[in-house]
Each structure stands twice: as C-alpha cells, then as structure tokens.
C-alpha cells in the first residue's frame, strides 16, 4: 500500500507490527468474523493498546485487511491458528469471540495463566451450570474460572469488573433489554410477571457466514420473528433481572431480523406495580443512570432510533406510561456489534486495566 | 407511447377510457397517494369493472401514469377535483382513500345517493362517534351513515358486507392484529387483559408526502418506535378485539417503522387463559380460518416474513405457545397497502357486488 | 393449507395437480433458483398453461412452496431429479433454467424429441461455439440443436420466434443493452468504434445461493463493480450489435453490483456519426418500437427508474444528445428476472405456441 | 443529558462550550444540513480545533444535537443565523456549506477580514467567471477572492493549499473522478476525447430536505440516472482534467442515484493513446500516489466497494486495460460525505494550518 511508504500516520503502521514500550498488549481469537473486526476498528483508536495476535483457523495466512478493506491499517499483521501455548505468550489481555462451547477450553487456559480475559462468547454469563446445559445442550466443564467470572455490564456491576480477571461479556439482546428494565425493576416500580421483550436486530448479528438465508435477496425488504420462545439470550436476560428483583422471574422474549446492518432496538412491557401509579419514571430513569457515560434517557415520549447510535458504545432510551392500561413501555437501542459486543467489551477492558472508561469509545455515530 | 397505437391489448386500453357495457363503473377518490395508485394496481387486472374517474386536488389535471410510471395503462385517464354532484353521476362504487375528517362529508353524500361505498379512511371503522372524537380531535357528523357501516374485515364480517351499502375498510395495523388475535380470544383460550401487540410496518404506510422525517437518509438503516400509546388505530383494535370478547378490553399497542416498502408485522402477546393450557391453538386457528382464501395459519414454531406476502392480499399467522411463562406469542404479516388497505377494499367490493371473493387478487407474491 | 379445501379459486388448486384438458403442458427444469422461481410466478397467472414437472437436483421431493412461502399455489408439486427419460413424456414444451454447459446435453435431448424449448441458460445464445469456448471455457458439443436455436429477443426476431422450435432466451444484461442500442446504430446515427455499456444489476441476477460475498451485510449500503471486462455477457452484446450494425464491433462493457432486489439499468454512450448531428434520436427510437407491446421510449431528457419496471415486462429507454460531446447517451431498464429472464421466456413462449403475446405479463409493477 | 453532570469525558463537554486556549477557534456557516453536520462530528474528534459557532436560519436556537441525536456532543452549542459582522469575531477559520451563490459573498466578507476559509459550495471551483455563470446561471460578483481562491484538492495542489486563505473544496463527483483520471492523463497514457464518466452517488449527496422525490419509498429499490449531460459538476471535472492535459477538453458525466445513505463510486472509460498499449498502469498510479495518506491503488483486476470507505476520507482506486477494446477503465471510491465533503474541508484545513495533515481523520470506517 502506497500509504504505507512513507507520510502515513505512524499510530496506524505502528499498531499492528513491532510491540511498542509501554501498551497493553492484546490478542482477539476469533478475529474474523464481524465482532472480531470491529473490536480492531475500535481497537485502532486506543492509544494504550497494540493488538500483538489475531486468530482465525479458515484465515490463517491472511491479513485482517484481505478479509475487510476496512481494516487496511491491518496489513502487517496475519491471523494464526488458535496455538494456546504460543498465544499466550504474545499478549497480556485476551478477547475471545469464538463459537459457544469453544470458549470454554480457551478461556480457562488463558485465565489460568493468569492473563486478563475478556470473553465475547456466552460461556461465562450463567452463573448456573445447569441452565447453561439446559439452554446450550452442553455441559460447562470450566467451572473454575465460571466462579470467577463477572457479568460484564459496567452499569450494574462496575467495581466487580474493575477487579475481575475474567469478564463474560454480555449478550447484546441482553444489553439492551437489561439497560431498559433495570432501573424500574430495581425501584419495585414494575411487577416481576408478565414482562414483554420484544426486539429487533440488525443482521450483522447473525455473524459472518455463507448461508442462503443470510443472503441480502432474502434478507432485504423482509422482516421476522426467529427464535420464538427458544432463543439462548433468554436465560441471560432472566438471571440478571432476577438478581435485580431478587426474585425468580420469566420474560417472553422475542426476537426479530431486521433488514439493516447494525442496530438493536428492544421494546419492553412492564406492568406498573399497585402503589406506582404516581412514580415519577423519569425522574427514577435519570437517577439511575446519571453520570453513565454511555446511556441516556430521553425525555418522556420521545423515542430513539437505531440510526442514532450506530456504530458508538451509547445506549439511548425512551419511555412511556401507558396509563390506560398500566404498562410502563420501555425502548431501548444500541448498535449490536458495539455497546451489544465488542465496543462493552473494550469498555470492560478499559475498567479492568485502569484506562479511562470510554477511551476510543467517543466518537459520534455517522448522520445519516 | 408506441404500445397505444397498435398491439397493446385492449384491455389495458379500454381500462381507462370509454365505458365497456356490463363493467361496473368505480371512481377512486383521493388516488394520488400510495392507497390510491395500489387501488388502480389491483383493479387493472380486474375483469368486471371499470375505473371512470378518479379525484386528486393537487394532481387534477395530470394523469396516474404522469404521477406514477408505474401506472402507464391510465395514461387515458384525468385526475379531477372532488366536484361530488360531478362525480356521482360517474360511478356506481365509490373508493374513497381521502384524509380523516374529509371523508365524512363525500362518504355520507355519495351513500345518500344510493351509490355502494367503501371507505379507506378511519371515518366509519369507530362505531362510538365518542370514541371517534376523542381520538380523532373532531366530532363525527355522518351519524347515519355511520349508523349503516359495516367493518369491513371479510373474515370476521363477510355475510354483512355481502348486504352493506358502506363499508368502513379496516386500517392496516388492526387488520394484521385482529387477524391474528380474534381465533385465541373467541375461544376464550387467552385472557382479556394483558394484551400486547408490538407491530412494525414498512414505510409506505405514511403515505406519499414531502416529510423530511421520511426521507431517504432518515429511514434507511434505521428503526424506531411511533405513537407510543397513543397511535389512533389502538380504539380500532380495541373495538373488534372487545367485540369478539363480548366484554371491554384494552390493548398496549406499539407501532414500528420498518425500513421496507411493504409489509406489516405484528407480533402479540396473550396470556393463556386459565384452563387453557392443553388447548390445541394448532387446530383451534386452522378452524377458524379454514376455506378462507387469504389467511394462512403456520404450522406450530414456524413463523412467516412480510416478504412472503409483498403485493398480495394475504394474512400468514405464525404462533407458538411459550409453556415457561405461560404466554401464547402469535406473529402475523400482511401487506399494508394490499390486505392492509386497497386490496381488502376490492375484495370487500367483491363481496358486496356478488362477484368471486379472490376476483384481481389471486398473484403470487414476487420472490424476491 | 385451508384455503385448498374450500373456496379457494379453481385455478390455483387445478395449476398444480392434475392435467387439464386443452392446456399446454411445460415442465420447468431448474426450478429452484430465482429464475425458475420467478416462471412459476408468471406461469401461474397464465390460462392456457399448466405446470406438469419441475426439476431440482437438490431440492428433489420438495414443493416449490416449500422453498418459496410466495409459490404457495404450487404446494401440489414436487421437485424431481431431471430424467429426461422420464420427463420428455410429461410436457411439450420445456423451459430450461439450468447452469451454463448442463443445458446443452438436456436442450438437445428434448428438441430431438420434437419438443419445444425455450433456454434460458446462455449455452444457444452465441452462434458460434468457438466464441462460446472462449468464453465459457468449455467446448459446445450440440452443434446440429445451436444450428437451429433462435435468438429470443422477440423485438429483433419475432418473425422467426413464431416459428422455433428452440429459443436461447437472452441474457439479462444484454436485453437491456440491445434495446437501447439497437436502433441507433441500425439507422448508421451512431459509430461502431467506442461503445460503452455500463450496467447495474440487482442482486438477484446472481441466483439463489449460499454465497458470503451475497450477504445481506455485505451488499447492503454497498456497490462495486465486477467481471470488468472479462463478464461473459460482453459476446452476446457484441454479436447482436454486430449483427445490427452489419460489421464486427466491440464495445467495453461493465456490470455492477446494486444493493436492490431486481431491477437492471443500462447506460450507454454513442458517439454520433457524422452527419448525423441533426437526427432526430426521439422520432427514430419511437419509430423502431412502435406498436412493441413492451418498450416505451420516454420523451427527451426523461430517464426511467429500475423501480417503475419491477415485476414486469417491460423495458424503458430515455436518452440525451449531449452536442457537447457528440455524444448519445441512452439509459434503458428492465427487471432482470422478468424481461431480463422469465418474463421474456414466456414471450417467446406465446409467440412460438400462438398465444397472445402478451398472456401473463400484463400486470403493472407495484409502487412503491 | 446525565452524561454531562459528571464522568462524561472532558473533551466532549469541552467542545462545544467555552473557548479553549490554544485550539483554533472555528465557524461552521450552514451546519444544519448533512454537510455542516459531518463536519461537527469530524471536528469532535480533532484535538487541535474548537468550534466556537454554528449557523442555520431555519434552525436558529435549537441545538445540533436537537437535529441529530448522533452529535449530542454539541448539545452546549445553538444555531445562530449568519450575521456576519458577529461571527467574524467569533472564529479564525470559516467553514461554509451554504447553498450555491450564497456563499459568495459570506466568502469574500470573512476573506477580506483575514480570516481563513474553506468554501463547500461550487462558488469558487471554477476559475473563469463566465463558465461559473454559464452553468449556475447567476453571475459571479466576488472576483476578487475567486481570484486568489485555491481548489482544494490536496493530491493535485497540497503546496498552494498550504499556503492559502482561501480553498474551494471539491465537488463530490469531480473528486472521486479526477483521482481516478489525473495519472493516466497527465502521463499521456490516454486520449483526451471520449472520456466517459459514469458516476452513481449515495442519497446523502441531494442533502437533508422534505422532498416526495427524496422520500425513502421512492428511492429505496430503484435506481436511475439524472441530470444526464447537464449536471454542474461537469465544468468543475473539464476544468481540472483539462488543466492536467494542458488542452481543452470535454467529458461525458452522467450521475446516478444510488439507494444508500453514503458513498460515490465513478467508472471512467478512457481511450488508451497510442504508443501506450504497454504502459504499465500499474506502476503509474501505484507512483502517482506514493505517500498519499489517503488515496490507495488496487492491484489490477481488484475493484473497490463504497463500503469498504464509508465514513471516512479515503480514496480507492481499481482499473482495467482493455485489451480488446484499447479502454482503460478505472473506478474509484469514496464517501461522499468525507473525502466528497467534510473530510476533505478538514484535509484541507490541517493543510492550512499546518496541522498534521490525516488529524481526526484517521479512523477505519465500519464493517459491515
């Protein structure tokens, strides 16, 4: 690349050859797919960190930039096979997106050779070994590091995260669903039956793959529900608020293919709990999250678009009191592969090492 | 154009000019906008009637094919001003695809002049002229023909629209919803509170305007919630799906706007009435809605995509009944222009001129 | 399905099962990709023909209704293997949708049958096979069948059309490409020398399949150019304008990619002959399509849209004489899977069996 | 917004409130449309700039983040309308992106106040006066600054930007295309008649306005040419190239409109000169953008995607020689919004001042 000659940036040759003094070093396995690609866009922008590994059994040989023209400022760096012993001395924190159930083996490992893990997969978010069988048909064989692991919601569990060695990174139906339900949950406002999620993502959500019903004829000018009833982020969603309400509690939870590339919008049902009628949810919203520096409440009755977050770490959220019916409506959006993966995921790294929280997390979402 | 000089078939000539014995003679009022154009659309290809004129206050002057390319083969035909005394003589069926308010007036006129009409706007759907002010902000002034009004959903109501003179056609939203409810709450399998139906509609349901807010960059790549309970079809569906209960009840009803052309789907939430929980809900839709030509019940756990249904006038009910939370989740889709709009309302023509119910409507949807 | 069992429309069910007595009977091979998709479509609307066999390798013991929720009429039919033995029994006449080099063996089977094929694959389209091994990198070997294929352009052969007995439909980007060339240069207005053809395409023009590259994420706000000039449509325009233009020529011609679902537009730059300055471009264009049931030459400096043709048969053309440059610029659309495949297959299927021309593609595109 | 009251990062309160010592004060004259609105969110992220005034007549009072939720940094900062002698005070640097003509007084007032600016309009691109008035049909009355104005292309006149007080930024289809064009020409390797230009650009280019032609259902799923042989950046391309060729000469450029937010892809067909059959053109482009931050040569027979540059200043560059025809095809990329727009007003102002020239434009655009 021509760029690369002479007159580039420095920051962009330098950051993905030689280590240099003074970064964290860190590797992403899994690194080809779409959360692997945009933890390094993100990446890209962290002035404290060099991305010294990336991983990919299909892509081994190749460069991020020959899978993604966008990450042209990859060119001097070429995907590995996942060789654990020859990883782990190349880096200081590890992102893992790989498949569920592969987690498992790599995360331990790393973890138990006392690396900072950030892992994207769902293999460290349930608590509970058993619904994670349950829900994932397979067994959790990485119980050790599950003890240790922490949600990786820094709005619910920041100081965990600041002290944690290995953080399962959220679920981004979860996220937004969890961001949106939380405060009144948590104030008693709402009663713990009966509550709705319904959402709709973006289709980058489905990964990076060839699979027909991915393809952008069947995709485009279509919208459906999937995973009626059955899909895996329910048990995710279910354990948090739970812990929030202190209780045992279901959600319906529906998701919906939307046909965008990015973009999770989540609208939830709440029933107003006796004696709320003249809670002042705005007010209990805006307390909860004041100072966080990635979710807004918007004013009452004004609603957020997908578009508005996309491609940033905010979570913005509207409300409405249905008063004829006594349902508090919830909506909360949030891009998927950012705020609902890889951009908590640097996030919670930032927590975890001691940098400043929305460090490369601070640009503006593109308009339109 | 070349085609009208020779060769062109005649029908598609003779469609938009003089008046062929033995066709039923229709106008459309108010057939500038998306409702009006898909109404000339379906009524092309029908066999036996006759579309003699059509209104468009700004348009008047210009023909459908100026104003639609889409729409050459009424390059014959002129838009007119809504001159009533004019037009009553033109027509023996009456469209009227006009704004709220403005309908009532026209509707009431040309149904006094023993002219049969179907109604595309909200005018006549309200039975309570109460209920229409409160929400529509301005009185109802056509109690008498109010009075006469069928609501014009063929599924629920087919023997009354065959006898109507005036047929209120339903809005797009309840129709999808309706459909889809009506089976589980007639049966008494779900209960009467806690409904919840969470919609999304393509963007050619707000119509064809000049609204930077539907602007290309605006919708594109974006979602977002609309009328958080307060968006006027909510007393539509609340009147039928109170009438199938034979008792008052209340919906929370939450409109999306989808970045698509076409397509409504509405995904509901009905708790599973006590008593109810072995009901087979399989059996209990592909009875009610057998032999009927547009609605289509899924089997169980498969759920249908508007675009299986963009440009045709059917209904494809998905559902599934979730055991953990006691919920019965059902997701239906309809074209909003088509089922949702102009082809309900040639179909409820059929219906009320004895002509075959399906007669214009019977196209497969384009794939892609 | 319930609308089978009772009032649905005759035709529908009677399509797909038995024989119908004075019907043509066609058998669809390759009928599980968008094009085969898209005949049945069309076919379904058309009265004098029935569906007797479709062929899918893959798909065997399926309906089309199974892989297209849109061909529910079809839920009647099943997808067999294509045993040309076994298949040359059930129809008279055979549409071919397969990929390019398997049609030749099956092509030549039927027609040596005395069957009637129209081809849709490009195998017939170039009349001489060395041209054809140059390009598709495989040597014809039904050189007697070649001999007599017609060219399926029915604007330029319709005469001999009538009377084929083999028809090589044309390719989607060269129906486009001709039409808008094609009476220019035969009226010697413009020159040989310097043609250039570029061209955008839907992302249906590249089938059906489990493609990374035609994933949703990656078409969507997306578009690239591609097979620059190396696409294999690039000799079928050559030979026909050749054949125009009664001397050899060439021209550079580049497809590209649309993020839209169908829909091809052509723009083509012409430089003007001497002499020919002064020509009338509008009265010529309008002259060479006059009483053509499907090309509309718009007036000068109007363009057309790939939307207003979608689903149709139709192709329409706009053009400019830019005196600055002498140049003539033309801008021709189509729907890639209607006139540009399945829609122009059954035009030349009317035209060899005596039908209307014009049976089943009459209908109007939606708009939007 | 709670994110202000505490924790929020300093640089984005910072940004839009109090002048901070050292950073260069800076206006943004029409900042309400897309244009203005790309730059504030580039600026956000540059750390040598302060944006200390925004103007918009029909937005004065509101906020930019009341426009566009995406810039809720820029909450602390209102819309004033463009009183000249108040803002003169308010700045160093103007940046306007104000409607064509308007802008040339606004320039020539903070011009001869000594203030830098860069003009996004077309008022200053063409050097002579008369072509101006020819194709924007107003007369030119700011002679004096058009007299000193530099076009701010930086690949073609980095040194005389550096040095200017005045920069005429490029359009977008001229930049796209006189990248693309500039080596070929100007080493002789190509004729300089016959240029064709086919250019498709992104919806964002017609700016943010309510207009039914603009509307998301009329643009969505179609694709069309416009301003064929009459469009206004066609001067501004002539004048450049011929500058490069030192002879007059004429293009045909015919603009599209493509159905995505972002993005300009413009194939170039150029004659190969005699005697240059084996240049290699490779090599050519390869050296004419040596070291160029942002312009990037693709190995032959690689063809580049708007998406691959979507959000940021980035210029790529595919080509083809033709063998059979003697065409080389070259295509090129970039955001209209960045390197058409903003990211090159920015490029040019870090030229200006002496800022490093890639600041705040560094980031990788999103994938997908």
């Known amino acids: 690349m021509a760029t690369k000659k002479k007159g580039g940036p420095a920051k962009i040759s330098g950051k993905s050859s030689g280590k240099l003094p003074g970064k964290l070093k860190v590797a992403v396995c899994g690194a080809s797919g779409y959360t692997g690609a945009e933890l390094l866009r993100i990446l890209h922008k962290h002035p404290k960190v060099e991305v010294t590994a990336v991983t990919s059994e299909r892509s081994a040989g190749r460069s991020p930039a020959d899978l993604y023209p966008q990450l042209h400022a990859y060119s001097g760096l070429t995907y590995e096979p996942l060789d654990r012993k020859k990883l782990v001395k190349k880096a200081d924190l590890f992102f893992l997106a790989l498949p569920h159930a592969a987690s498992q083996e790599a995360v331990s490992f790393f973890h138990s050779k006392g690396k900072k893990v950030v892992d994207l997969s769902a293999d460290f978010r349930l608590k509970d070994p058993a619904v994670y069988e349950k829900w994932y048909k397979t067994p959790h064989t990485a119980l050790k590091s599950l003890g240790t692991a922490v949600y990786g919601l820094p709005e619910l569990y920041r100081k965990e995260i600041k002290k944690a060695t290995l953080v399962a990174n959220p679920g981004c139906y979860p996220t937004a669903s969890i961001l949106g339900i939380a405060p009144a949950l948590k104030a008693g406002a709402v009663e713990t039956m009966g509550i709705v999620v319904d959402a709709k993502s973006g289709t980058s959500g489905a990964g990076r793959k060839a699979d027909q019903a991915l393809s952008y004829c069947e995709v485009n000018e279509g919208f459906k529900a999937y995973g009626v009833g059955v899909h895996r982020h329910t048990p995710e969603i279910e354990q948090e608020l739970s812990a929030i309400a202190d209780t045992p509690l279901r959600v319906d939870f529906t998701p919906h293919l939307l046909p965008v590339d990015r973009g999770i919008l989540s609208t939830m049902y709440l029933r107003i709990a ?52 006594g349902t508090l409506i919830v909506v909360s959006v949030i891009d998927n592969l950012v705020k609902g993966a890889s951009g908590q995921a640097v996030q919670n790294m930032n927590l975890m090492m001691g940098f400043r929280e929305t460090t490369s997390l601070e640009d503006l979402a593109l308009c339109p």
């Open 274 to 325: 006796p004696g709320h009628g003249n809670t002042d949810i705005s007010e209990l919203y805006a307390r909860a999250y004041e100072g966080e520096p990635f979710v807004k409440v918007l004013p009452p009755g004004e609603f957020p678009n997908i578009k508005d977050v996309r491609g940033t770490n905010r979570c913005l959220i509207g409300f409405k009191v249905n008063e004829r019916t």
